[in-house]
């Protein structure tokens, strides 16, 4: 695939995690039900209502933050990375990087394996793209 594709695809994948984003935050309690779907929720022996209210903010506010960390990169992937600017390809893979060992490690360590899976085709769909770019690059 040619840098343009490439570029493309980066773009759709940041604008779909943007779109996630804001909707965890304008939709709290909806992104609090997805999370229960695909296993993040809180045990049966501890959800409740109460609970679930509260797990409103920091749904929120990982919503707030995802939506700030999406659009920078959407805007490099649209500015500099588009120009051929070599230092954008591996700021973004230092930074997923970073995303991606702090979080599975640490979801592996508090035992939630589930979202350490969940974690890979996220890091693939930003990681290989940002790979190849990063080899295209000039020096």
């Keep these: 695939m040619r840098s343009s594709g490439w570029i493309t695809w980066l773009t759709i994948v940041l604008i779909a995690v943007l779109a996630y984003s804001l909707l965890l935050v304008v939709a709290g309690a909806v992104a609090g039900?997805?999370?229960?779907?695909?296993?993040?929720?809180?045990?049966?022996?501890i959800d409740t209502p109460?609970?679930?209210?509260?797990?409103?903010?920091?749904?929120?506010?990982?919503?707030?933050?995802?939506?700030?960390?999406?659009?920078?990169?959407?805007?490099?992937?649209?500015?500099?990375?588009?120009e051929g600017a070599a230092w954008a390809p591996r700021f973004m893979l230092l930074a997923v990087g970073l995303w991606f060992v702090l979080d599975t490690g640490m979801s592996?360590?508090?035992?939630?394996?589930?979202?350490?899976l969940f974690n890979i085709p996220f890091a693939l769909a930003l990681g290989v793209p940002l790979l190849v770019l990063r080899r295209a690059a000039p020096a």
């Design 50 to 82: 109460e609970l679930r209210d509260y797990l409103r903010l920091p749904y929120m506010v990982l919503g707030a933050v995802l939506a700030g960390w999406s659009l920078l990169m959407l805007l490099i992937v649209r500015g500099p990375l588009k």
């Design 108 to 116: 592996l360590v508090l035992g939630f394996p589930t979202h350490a």
């Design 33 to 45: 039900s997805l999370f229960g779907l695909l296993g993040f929720g809180p045990p049966a022996s």
